[in-house]
């Protein structure tokens, strides 16, 4: 079946630092991928996704590249922020409707 | 993307109660999804309820412990039957909009 496997956690990261947050993937067809972010005490959100083969998903200085050939999307920011600090998600959607999410990793920014 | 609203947003139950979530979406949806998510944890399916029909539970999971209504395609309520600590846990309602879905703000319970 279709399983996510992401990087474990915690990271912790000074302001400013470089963020990579590996996430692979196993799945049958073409699944689209997404990473979502859970800041402390709320939901989920959507933060990018990728629907096909080398499609970059971005948004708020986050990006990740659907990589086919190695099957990941590892999420990437240049210089990440206080408020960055957050729980992030790995998950891909196959032929179901149904989400299959990694295990999450807590990031947290110190000033 | 469709809004979701959840509530109560929090609650503290008693072991050997029962409480029941609402789910409501700004839109019109076939599909609506319910996920737990306990501490520390990931999220994890508990069913998938479509209006009209029964909805369809998760391996581990049972329509006796966790009740679901979907009366129209805006609204579903999950329930949480004869509740122990174990079923402390954020419990989320999602709706699919294209290929991507949408995620309420959740229901933070804690059983004593």
């Known amino acids: 079946g279709n399983s996510v496997t992401q990087m474990e956690g915690p990271v912790t990261l000074s302001e400013e630092a470089f963020l990579t947050i590996n996430c692979t993937y196993t799945?049958?067809?073409?699944?689209?991928l997404f990473w979502y972010v859970q800041y402390p005490g709320e939901g989920l959100q959507l933060l990018l996704k990728?629907?096909?083969?080398?499609d970059k998903g971005s948004n708020k200085g986050f990006e990740a590249t659907y990589r086919k050939e190695t099957t990941s999307f590892h999420l990437e920011k240049g210089s990440v922020q206080v408020s960055d600090s957050a729980v992030y998600f790995c998950?891909?959607?196959?032929?179901?409707?149904?989400?299959?999410f990694g295990k999450g990793t807590k990031l947290t920014v110190n000033p | 993307s469709a809004v979701i609203s959840q509530k109560p947003s929090r609650d503290i139950c008693q072991r050997g109660t029962s409480l029941t979530i609402q789910c409501q979406v700004d839109?019109?949806?076939?599909?609506m999804f319910w996920y737990r998510q306990q501490p520390g944890q990931s999220l994890t399916l508990i069913a998938t309820?479509?209006?009209?029909?029964?909805?369809?539970?998760e391996s581990g999971f049972v329509i006796d412990k966790f009740p679901i209504s979907r009366p129209n395609l805006t609204f579903s309520t999950l329930t949480v039957s004869n509740m122990s600590p174990e079923d402390s846990s954020i419990y989320l309602c999602?709706?699919?909009?294209?290929?991507?879905?949408?995620f309420g703000p959740g229901t933070r319970l804690t059983v004593l």
């Open positions: 799945a049958t067809g073409y699944p689209s």
């Open positions: 998950a891909l959607k196959g032929g179901s409707e149904k989400l299959v």
């Open positions: 839109s019109q949806v076939t599909m």
């Open positions: 990728a629907t096909k083969a080398d």
């Open positions: 309820a479509n209006q009209g029909s029964e909805a369809t539970y």
């Open positions: 999602s709706v699919p909009e294209g290929d991507t879905q949408y």
